[in-house]
């Protein structure tokens, strides 16, 4: 009875610990997502959330058959989006079921809070899976240390604290628990490991266009154990399973289709699937034949194999049966491919090469101990340790390439980390032995004296491990739990000020403007025009059509006459810009002038050229001395009309750090609306005059306006 306490037993006791320990972690990963709540609201973050949020309302309130089918004409107008059809639905589908679960139980929750709050509540369910994926290559400890890495690590808080409600909420979770069941999986030769991996699959391909990295790893992890002679019929019963029920269960989510019979991004599966089963026949027919025969066979075989599959491979791709491999894939492995040829993909801030900076910014000590727990891994190099391997590789190199990509990153470091810290503390915590060979007892000074440099290391580390959490609390609580929809600043007494121009700007929208009113704006704000100001939109952050893009592009760049044609052309009622100057917002329109002027480019290159908005010295001018293209277009004259009359006429803008220009002269658009810190600003596209006059025309007629006038 000696080993036990409460009636359990020495095992029961450390399974309820462990137990415990992972209750605690999740709690901390919840609880540590909670920032943004606390010092904030309850909101929803961002840009891509207010799609998701607004398209989660509609599923709740009308139900899923209309969702399904749902036309949204007052997306990308006149177009118009077939909703249903061009998005991936799982995070949806998850939050109103959570929502009617509750519901149900009568708990009256609003299904913003439900929206709100799902990630942290997901970011808890992933430190359980990288527990389970931990102690399935490792051990317990490595699991729980896995678990606890990734429930703090900042590289996944980035995306995952109270209001990001975007889709690697959900999915990095389903990334990892996808990866725990096939290596389950493959150790056992089990089917229906392999089946639930497949409903795991099933369930990314639903929530995030990642889906195409499990989809790729997993075939690559089949081909390296084929190619190191590893063939198994575990690894054939796993491999089987998994690709043909996920393959066929990812096909019903529409946005996907039939893609996985066609797609380039999808043929490495197909032809792994294809080679394995040539290898298990290959296996089957050896010991049916002689050696030498089997020997005969096999080359001709592979042989005549090999060219037909890539003659049909050739055929295919040449008829366009098989999609080429699309501009983002490209962009993966050339990082100036996107901006020579897809300037919208390179114009996105989370689209650029990572700097080194982030990697540390983002995972911290967990950097150090990843190469470590690579060399643990070549050390045992089971079938379970080259997957991890293939993973680390891959996704370290995507990491690098692209900055959002430390997201599927920071799963593998942490489990890496845990490995290399679990066998760390092996290695120092071993009780020092009381005798040598099992003989001459050791003394106590030479035991204590074993026993210190292992102490100092354990201590050492533990150490590091609260910097670790140190770190990572700071970086969550200032970094990432700022809703981008609301900032704040510090006043020099140290109090804070929050700075609410946007949600002040669409709720003014949603107010004073008529239902069916367009409102013009670059891409970025289409989402949250939609979900904040329930208004229409030209573009928003689907960005799935490059034209229409590149035309509202080439409205803000083309002088005020042009503009106001084309705006009139496509039934614009109201224009707004994004204005940083006064309060130094470095995110504003102009400072992503220049990348509306390359899309617009790329499309309209008789009218708008890049070049001919930098001044005489080649530099991005606002002032007096920027290019004429530059004064004279939209989004300059919708920025700084009467902004030098409220700063001064010898005022700086505080982003760019430059002088104001002394005049500037707006007669089409007519100023509707300016945010109290004027970082928004919204004009109304005037209609026609009554007389038939130009507008330039009426101005000169009503005469010279005076100094500080206000349309208000």
């Known amino acids: 009875m000696s080993g036990k306490f409460l009636g359990l037993s020495t095992a029961d006791q450390t399974s309820l610990l462990r137990l415990a320990i992972l209750g605690l972690i999740s709690a901390v990963a919840v609880g540590s997502r909670l920032y943004s709540v606390i010092r904030f609201e309850s909101v929803i973050h961002e840009f891509d959330p207010w799609f998701n949020y607004r398209t989660t309302k509609y599923l709740v309130t009308h139900g899923f058959d209309k969702f399904w089918n749902w036309f949204d004409e007052t997306a990308w107008y006149p177009l118009g989006r077939v909703v249903g059809g061009t998005l991936y639905p799982g995070i949806m589908v998850t939050s109103a079921a959570i929502y009617n679960a509750l519901h149900l139980l009568n708990l009256p929750v609003d299904i913003r809070n439900v929206c709100v709050f799902l990630a942290p509540v997901f970011s808890a369910l992933t430190a359980i899976a990288t527990y389970l994926l931990g102690k399935e290559v490792k051990n317990a400890t490595a699991g729980l240390l896995a678990a606890a890495f990734i429930g703090i690590a900042p590289g996944y808080i980035s995306r995952s604290v109270a209001g990001s409600y975007d889709n690697e909420g959900i999915a990095i979770f389903l990334l990892v628990w996808t990866f725990y069941l096939w290596l389950r999986a493959v150790r056992l030769g089990s089917a229906l490991n392999a089946a639930f991996a497949a409903i795991s699959y099933f369930y990314m391909v639903s929530a995030w266009g990642g889906y195409v990295f499990i989809i790729n790893l997993v075939p690559l992890h089949v081909f390296t154990l084929l190619a190191m002679g590893r063939y198994s019929n ?29 797609t380039s991004e999808h043929m490495a599966a197909l032809g792994t699937f294809g080679l394995i089963q040539i290898v298990a026949a290959a296996n089957y027919i050896r010991g049916q034949l002689p050696a030498q025969q089997f020997q005969t066979v096999v080359r001709s075989a592979v042989v005549a194999l090999f060219a037909v599959g890539a003659l049909a491979l050739a055929v295919l791709t040449a008829r366009g ?127 204590l004296y074993a026993l210190l440099p292992r102490a100092a290391v354990v201590v050492n580390f533990i150490f590091f491990l609260f910097m670790f959490q140190w770190h990572c609390s700071w970086i969550t609580s200032t970094a990432y739990s700022s809703p981008s929809v609301v900032l704040a600043s510090r006043s020099p007494d140290g109090s804070q000020h929050i700075i609410d121009d946007f949600r002040e700007a669409y709720y003014w929208l949603r107010k004073n403007t008529r239902p069916d009113a367009r409102v013009l704006s670059w891409w970025d704000y289409g989402y949250q025009l939609a979900g904040m100001a329930d208004r229409t939109t030209l573009v928003d952050n689907n960005t799935w059509n490059n034209t229409h893009i590149a035309t509202v592009g080439r409205i803000m760049a083309s002088n005020e006459d042009k503009a106001y044609e084309l705006a009139r052309h496509l039934d614009v009622d109201y224009v707004l810009v994004i204005f940083g100057a006064m309060l130094g917002y470095s995110g504003d329109d102009i400072n992503k002038f220049l990348w509306m002027i390359r899309i617009a480019q790329g499309v309209y290159p008789d009218e708008v050229n890049e070049q001919s908005f930098f001044n005489h010295e080649g530099q991005y001018s606002i002032g007096d001395d920027a290019s004429v293209a530059m004064r004279e277009s939209l989004l300059h004259k919708l920025c700084y009309y009467r902004f030098s009359e409220v700063m001064g006429p010898q005022s700086f803008d505080r982003v760019r750090k430059q002088r104001l220009p002394s005049k500037v002269e707006l007669d089409n658009f007519e100023e509707a609306y300016t945010t109290e810190n004027w970082m928004v600003r919204i004009y109304k596209v005037k209609d026609l005059d009554n007389l038939g006059r130009s507008h330039h025309m009426a101005a000169e007629f009503a005469g010279p306006r005076e100094p500080g006038f206000s349309p208000f």
């Not at 066929?248 to 289709?257: A, I, K, R, T």
């Not at 699309?326 to 491919?337: A, C, E, I, K, V």
């Open 234 to 262: 575990r690894l054939y019963v796993a491999y089987s399973t998994f690709y043909a029920l996920g393959t066929l269960s990812s096909m019903q989510v529409p946005f996907v289709g039939f893609q996985p019979t066609f």
């Open 321 to 447: 049966v098989i999609a080429p491999w699309t501009g983002r894939f490209y962009s993966l492995w050339d990082t100036g491919y996107a901006k020579v040829h897809i300037p919208i993909i390179a114009s996105v801030s989370e689209h650029q090469p990572t700097p080194w900076p982030n990697f540390f910014f983002d995972l911290n000590l967990l950097i150090w101990l990843f190469p470590a727990g690579i060399y643990f891994s070549f050390r045992e190099l089971t079938d379970n340790h080259v997957f991890l391997i293939l993973y680390s590789v891959f996704a370290a190199y995507f990491a690098g390439v692209m900055v959002r990509l430390i997201l599927t990153l920071t799963p593998i470091v942490c489990v890496m980390a845990g490995i290399a810290m679990a066998n760390l503390l092996e290695t120092y915590s071993r009780n020092t032995p009381s005798t040598v060979n099992g003989s001459a007892p050791i003394s106590t000074g030479k035991r």
